[in-house]
């Protein structure tokens, strides 16, 4: 029984680390209490999907915050 509820603390550890929202967290706690740990995997890599849209969203500004700052030490120098 303790193993069921270290996995339990782990599943729920790692939801939180990864930026699971609250919603996200709950349905996944209890597929994994029923035991259905692979029906977790769409909302996962939902989850996953959008972390990722937002490394390439981000990624864009910099690079144009890069590009700026290189036209302006350009002008300067």
């Known amino acids: 029984m303790a193993e069921a509820m270290d996995t339990m603390v782990l599943i729920y550890q790692n939801l939180k680390d990864a930026g699971c929202n609250e919603e996200t967290t709950e349905i996944c706690?209890?597929?994994a209490?029923?035991?259905e740990v692979k029906r977790m995997?769409?909302?996962l890599l939902h989850?996953?999907?959008t972390l990722l849209e937002?490394?390439?969203f981000r990624q864009k500004q910099i690079d144009?915050?890069?590009y700026l700052v290189?036209?302006?030490q350009k002008e300067i120098f």
């Open 70 to 72: 290189y036209k302006i």
């Open 47 to 49: 989850h996953r999907m």
């Open 33 to 35: 209490e029923k035991g």
């Open 29 to 31: 706690m209890l597929l």
């Open 41 to 43: 995997l769409p909302l």
């Open 64 to 66: 144009c915050l890069d």
């Open 54 to 56: 937002n490394i390439h």
